[in-house]
């Protein structure tokens, strides 16, 4: 259990800032969420939008996001997947919650390109739910050019009779996650979508729902996965199915279709050893004449390709054990870390080679989130993963053992893990731990 020095290269580099400053006006309020035509139900959003709007920036950009919290509750914005300061995280460790008619400046640096997003991590479990989420995208100006690019972010809502969010059951959620019957993307059942022939696009996904976990399937079709949480990966890898966590990100490089097709994007059934397995569908795509104007000559597939050096040898040994467990008290359900709702981990030093252990000794899948560090997966269940990657969530399957290594940069302060399952973590499935220089 010896933690080494490890070099300041071996974490992703950090993008020297720009000089721009990306300025976004951020406003939390209720919501008329018109989730199909005529169909609306009262929730929360961001500027008046359910998801909230895509932040964009460059890497190496500074964000300052200006926010006023107009709900009848309090709130905080966390960054997820931001490698910012301690003090800018937006959790209840960063600082007080911002209160009904209050403001809060949030400022940081964007040193990483890739897929991230923003959402409320206070009252998480309602506060989402309701539609507090939206989209962040850092571009590098050297990726190569494709023919187009979406943002799609996934959820489902749990409806009532009267066809509102219903209120919370707390013993079941509380258990398993909650789960809705509606499947959304960008807020809306089923979309219809069009891309023309001969296209390749770059997909940005977001799994924001509260349990969901997401098994994406295209009719079959081969697509390519390009990146994940923290940017991209060496080098496309050829699926033909994602499984995506709650908290995940994919970047993924789809098409070319034929013209006349229709693409299906379908939830293939997963047991994540909690609920009921289905097929369902979330949106249609349907593919258009081609379309000589906007396609991109020879779009290089190839050259999505960044250099991931592993942080440290297969065979290194564990520096901590981290075990997710669950029960239930008198109080009702609990979620633990180490038997310990809310644990408090011992602190970790700036410079010292993290290899932590991630034992889930329940019969459920928990998604695994680090805030403010990417890691990389060493092994899941002994195997090693497909393809070296960032990331900063990780499923970890139920009996199952995951194992990542990070290195804390000079952030030093009070940061967290937890289980992105939302109800998980408000019982308790997290824990708080110093970063220390
Ligand atoms: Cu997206 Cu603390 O989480
Ligand atoms: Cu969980």
Same mark, same amino acid.
């Given at each position: 259990?010896?933690?080494?020095?490890?070099?300041?290269?071996?974490?992703?580099?950090?993008?020297?800032?720009?000089?721009?400053?990306?300025?976004?006006?951020?406003?939390?309020?209720?919501?008329?969420?018109?989730?199909?035509?005529?169909?609306?139900?009262?929730?929360?959003? !961001?500027?008046?939008?359910?998801?909230?709007?895509?932040?964009?920036?460059?890497? =190496?950009?500074?964000?300052?996001?200006?926010?006023?919290?107009?709900?009848?509750?309090?709130?905080?914005?966390?960054?997820?997947?931001?490698?910012?300061?301690?003090?800018?995280?937006?959790?209840?460790?960063?600082?007080?919650?911002?209160?009904?008619?209050?403001?809060?400046? @949030?400022?940081?640096?964007?040193?990483?390109?890739?897929?991230?997003?923003?959402?409320?991590?206070?009252?998480?479990?309602?506060?989402?739910?309701?539609?507090?989420?939206?989209?962040?995208?850092?571009?590098?100006?050297?990726?190569?050019?494709?023919?187009?690019?979406?943002?799609?972010?996934?959820?489902?809502?749990?409806?009532?009779?009267?066809?509102?969010?219903?209120?919370?059951?707390?013993?079941?959620?509380?258990?398993?996650?909650?789960?809705?019957?509606?499947?959304?993307?960008?807020?809306? #059942?089923?979309?219809?979508?069009?891309?023309?022939? =001969?296209?390749?696009?770059?997909?940005?996904?977001?799994?924001?729902?509260?349990?969901?976990?997401?098994?994406?399937?295209?009719?079959?079709?081969? !697509?390519?996965?390009? /990146?994940?949480? =923290?940017?991209?990966?060496?080098?496309?890898?050829?699926?033909?199915?994602?499984?995506?966590?709650?908290?995940?990100?994919?970047?993924?490089?789809?098409?070319?279709?034929?013209?006349?097709?229709?693409?299906?994007?379908?939830?293939?059934?997963?047991?994540?050893?909690? /609920?009921?397995? #289905?097929?369902?569908?979330?949106?249609?795509?349907?593919?258009?004449?081609?379309?000589?104007?906007?396609?991109?000559? /020879?779009?290089?597939? /190839? #050259?999505?390709? #960044?250099?991931?050096?592993?942080?440290?040898?297969?065979?290194?040994?564990?520096?901590?054990?981290?075990?997710?467990?669950?029960?239930?008290?008198?109080?009702?359900?609990?979620?633990?870390?180490?038997?310990?709702?809310?644990?408090?981990?011992?602190?970790?030093?700036? =410079?010292?080679?993290?290899?932590?252990?991630?034992?889930?000794?329940?019969?459920?899948?928990?998604?695994?989130?680090?805030?403010?560090?990417?890691?990389?997966?060493?092994?899941?269940?002994?195997?090693?993963?497909? @393809?070296?990657?960032?990331?900063?969530?990780?499923?970890?399957?139920?009996?199952?053992?995951?194992?990542?290594?990070?290195?804390?940069?000079?952030?030093?302060?009070?940061?967290?893990?937890?289980?992105?399952?939302?109800?998980?973590?408000?019982?308790?499935?997290?824990?708080?731990?110093?970063?220390?220089?």
């Amino acid at each position: 259990m010896s933690e080494h020095a490890a070099p300041e290269s071996a974490q992703p580099p950090w993008t020297a800032p720009t000089g721009v400053l990306q300025v976004v006006d951020l406003q939390a309020a209720e919501h008329h969420w018109e989730i199909s035509p005529g169909v609306v139900v009262h929730g929360y959003a !961001f500027n008046g939008q359910a998801p909230g709007p895509v932040i964009e920036a460059s890497v =190496g950009d500074t964000l300052l996001v200006r926010f006023t919290n107009l709900l009848p509750e309090p709130t905080t914005i966390h960054w997820h997947g931001l490698r910012v300061p301690a003090a800018m995280d937006g959790s209840e460790l960063a600082g007080d919650p911002v209160p009904p008619g209050g403001h809060f400046q @949030y400022r940081f640096d964007l040193p990483d390109a890739g897929t991230f997003w923003y959402h409320s991590h206070l009252n998480e479990t309602v506060q989402l739910e309701r539609g507090l989420y939206g989209a962040i995208v850092v571009r590098n100006p050297d990726d190569p050019p494709v023919d187009g690019e979406r943002v799609l972010l996934f959820d489902d809502l749990k409806m009532n009779r009267r066809g509102q969010i219903a209120a919370p059951t707390p013993l079941l959620e509380n258990m398993r996650g909650r789960e809705g019957d509606v499947l959304l993307i960008n807020g809306v #059942r089923e979309p219809t979508m069009q891309i023309p022939a =001969g296209q390749i696009e770059r997909w940005r996904l977001i799994n924001t729902a509260s349990a969901r976990h997401l098994r994406l399937s295209l009719s079959g079709h081969r !697509f390519h996965v390009i /990146g994940t949480d =923290g940017g991209l990966i060496p080098a496309p890898y050829a699926v033909d199915e994602v499984l995506m966590a709650p908290g995940d990100r994919f970047d993924l490089a789809v098409g070319p279709f034929t013209d006349g097709e229709t693409v299906v994007l379908q939830a293939l059934p997963y047991d994540r050893g909690a /609920g009921r397995p #289905r097929h369902r569908t979330l949106a249609t795509l349907h593919v258009a004449p081609e379309d000589r104007a906007s396609t991109t000559a /020879g779009v290089d597939l /190839g #050259r999505f390709s #960044r250099a991931i050096l592993p942080l440290v040898e297969p065979g290194e040994a564990p520096t901590r054990t981290i075990r997710l467990g669950g029960r239930l008290t008198r109080r009702g359900v609990e979620g633990t870390v180490n038997d310990t709702p809310h644990f408090e981990d011992a602190p970790v030093h700036v =410079g010292r080679l993290q290899v932590w252990d991630i034992v889930n000794e329940t019969t459920m899948d928990h998604p695994f989130h680090l805030h403010g560090f990417f890691f990389q997966i060493l092994s899941i269940n002994g195997e090693p993963p497909p @393809y070296p990657s960032w990331e900063d969530t990780v499923n970890v399957p139920a009996r199952g053992r995951v194992r990542i290594a990070w290195l804390p940069d000079n952030r030093p302060g009070r940061w967290m893990y937890h289980c992105h399952i939302l109800e998980h973590h408000a019982v308790g499935m997290m824990a708080h731990f110093d970063v220390v220089a």
